[in-house]
């Protein structure tokens, strides 16, 4: 029985790993289907995130047969409630992937001087894809001195948001004609911030699961 018990958990865990790569994903995907006005990467957006939705619902079920059948000790029980939170919060940074390639589908940017804010949203999606990484290598490691270092870098995406509000505010102060290109680069980046926040929880579940501490990161 311990035996299977210990199988179940490790696929449990490499579903979780492998949901975080997929959302990790996501996230390139749309922020370079957006930059670079790519339709056919947009929809292909769309179709990971089934498959993301799936895997959610799996590590649900999974995680409830677990506490069901094998009657988990206080240590693991309180693992199997972090991978449950993790997991919604990676769906729901997969989500922002979403809103984010929807956008892309308008391609309302016609804007020459774009490359400005452009520029910042790649960065912005570069470290959250990072953030997302290193939450998780924080999870397996069972790093909590990593982790805290992780939501640190919500820092940078923060003041990213605030350097692609201002410039788009006087963009479309000068140009009417780009308030739509204007709505969508505070849609993407305000998604790429919401990733960040999401991943921020993700880190302070670990520094719980590890410390048994709960704190707020961000």
Not at 14 to 21: I, V
Not at 35 to 42: G, N, Q, R, Y
Not at 187 to 203: H, M, P, Q, W
């Amino acid at each position: 029985m311990r035996n299977n018990y210990v199988q179940e958990l490790e696929a449990l865990h490499n579903k979780l790993l492998g949901l975080g790569k997929a959302a990790e994903t996501s996230v390139n995907k749309a922020t370079q289907a957006y930059i670079e006005s790519d339709t056919e990467l947009a929809h292909e957006v769309f179709s990971d995130d089934l498959r993301i939705n799936a895997t959610t619902a799996e590590i649900e079920k999974d995680t409830h047969k677990i506490i069901a059948l094998q009657q988990p000790v206080a240590q693991d029980l309180r693992m199997l409630f972090a991978v449950l939170h993790v997991s919604i919060d990676l769906e729901r940074i997969a989500d922002h992937a979403v809103s984010i390639g929807t956008i892309a589908l308008r391609n309302q940017d016609h804007d020459e001087e774009s490359q400005t804010v452009k520029g910042y949203l790649a960065r912005m999606a570069q470290v959250a894809e990072k953030m997302i990484a290193d939450a998780l290598d924080s999870y397996i490691t069972r790093d909590a001195k990593k982790a805290r270092k992780v939501a640190l870098m919500d820092e940078e995406i923060d003041e990213l948001l605030e350097a692609v509000y201002r410039d788009t505010a006087e963009r479309m102060e000068r140009k009417r004609e780009l308030i739509p290109a204007g709505i969508d680069y505070l849609g993407v980046a305000g998604s790429l911030e919401r990733i960040g926040d999401y991943v921020t929880n993700i880190c302070e579940r670990v520094v719980f699961l590890n410390t048994g501490e709960i704190v707020e990161l961000n």
